[in-house]
């Protein structure tokens, strides 16, 4: 499906559908819809019947076979799903084993007679064995297949597999469209998730992540050494990714940083008052360091380093920069 925000998108790629690429990279915000637009795409140029504009009929052999997830001639390439309770703490990864998968089904003859697709999401987690494997075969591709890359993040592929694709920026929703959407799923709380997931409406909020990150924003509002240490244990017991956590501070830090600047939060609004109050005596130097510690922190979010250690130290940080000291 291609919601209502991307049909301009695909309404330029359908008016070119004739100088098609090998290879497609789509890339934009989390949370917006690139993968269902992927997989719309896919199904066109799989389908054996296509409607106005290029849309996928929807009722033809090809298109029954891509809804029931059973089409011979697509692959879906995602990374390898973990089984353990910590599996929010590994690095999800695409490895050079299943890209050489991707390598043997591009080499096939076509089961329907038509194309053969192949959908990497999110491309950015293929490790860099499996991105020069890719590399190889964008470089020539077989006849009739086609390269589907979904990215969050573009900047983190490869220069040399960026520019052997088509790159088509997928675009947000205006801020009027993305609070109608998301008020259908989450009600009353509606805009300040929203705010949170920086405008982008197709998130879906965790029970357990909402309430912690709930009781981490009294805290750095008001931060207390002894509270600080019990919630770096309470989120180390929920097993989830140092990553979680830096994202929810991250957010939290660029907001002081606007208050600064007597500007508007862009992700915790309601705590405006809050923030303009803390921010008003703190040293800029000492909260820029401490953005540059969490930056820097950001590449190892799903590595096996001690999540507790790492809160505790960053949340002591904090408090020295909340205390006007540097740190």
């Given at each position: 499906?291609?919601?209502?925000?991307?049909?301009?998108?695909w309404q330029q790629i359908a008016q070119h559908w004739q100088q098609q690429p090998q290879a497609w990279l789509l890339y934009g915000h989390p949370g917006i819809g690139k993968r269902e637009f992927a997989e719309h795409l896919a199904q066109a140029l799989l389908?054996?019947?296509?409607?106005?504009?290029h849309q996928p009929c929807g009722v033809?052999?090809?298109?029954?076979?891509?809804?029931?997830?059973?089409?011979?001639?697509?692959?879906?390439?995602?990374?390898?799903e973990a089984e353990s309770d910590s599996?929010?703490?590994?690095?999800?990864?695409?490895?050079?084993?299943?890209?050489?998968?991707?390598?043997?089904?591009?080499?096939?003859?076509?089961?329907?007679?038509?194309?053969?697709?192949?959908?990497?999401?999110?491309?950015?987690?293929?490790?860099?064995?499996?991105?020069?494997?890719?590399?190889?075969?964008?470089e020539e591709p077989p006849a009739g297949m086609v390269f589907i890359l979904v990215s969050h993040q573009?900047?983190?592929?490869?220069?040399?597999?960026?520019?052997?694709c088509r790159q088509?920026?997928?675009?947000?929703?205006?801020?009027?469209?993305a609070l109608a959407f998301a008020q259908q799923l989450h009600g009353e709380k509606t805009a300040d998730l929203l705010a949170f997931h920086g405008g982008a409406p197709l998130f879906?909020?965790?029970?357990?992540?909402?309430?912690?990150?709930?009781?981490?924003?009294?805290?750095?509002?008001?931060p207390r050494l002894i509270a600080m240490l019990d919630y770096a244990a309470a989120f180390d017991k929920q097993k989830l990714a140092l990553a979680t956590f830096l994202d929810w501070l991250a957010k939290w830090l660029l907001d002081m940083s606007l208050a600064q600047q007597h500007m508007c939060a862009m992700y915790y609004p309601a705590w405006q008052n809050a923030l303009n109050e803390i921010t008003a005596q703190i040293d800029p130097l000492s909260l820029f360091a401490l953005i540059d510690r969490v930056n820097a922190l950001a590449p190892y979010g799903k590595h096996t380093l001690n999540v507790k250690m790492q809160l505790e130290d960053l949340l002591i940080d904090y408090l020295n920069v909340w205390q006007h000291k540097h740190t």
């Open positions: 499906m291609i919601y209502p925000w991307l049909e301009p998108v389908c054996e019947s296509p409607q106005a504009n033809c052999t090809s298109c029954h076979l891509f809804s029931q997830h059973s089409h011979p001639d697509f692959l879906m390439v995602k990374p390898e599996s929010e703490r590994k690095l999800a990864q695409i490895k050079v084993e299943t890209i050489r998968n991707v390598l043997d089904f591009a080499h096939l003859s076509a089961h329907r007679g038509g194309k053969r697709v192949a959908l990497i999401y999110p491309a950015e987690s293929m490790n860099t064995q499996a991105a020069n494997a890719l590399l190889k075969i964008l573009k900047d983190r592929l490869l220069p040399t597999i960026k520019s052997r088509v920026v997928l675009t947000m929703p205006t801020p009027a469209e879906s909020d965790n029970d357990s992540h909402t309430q912690l990150r709930n009781e981490l924003i009294p805290l750095l509002v008001k």
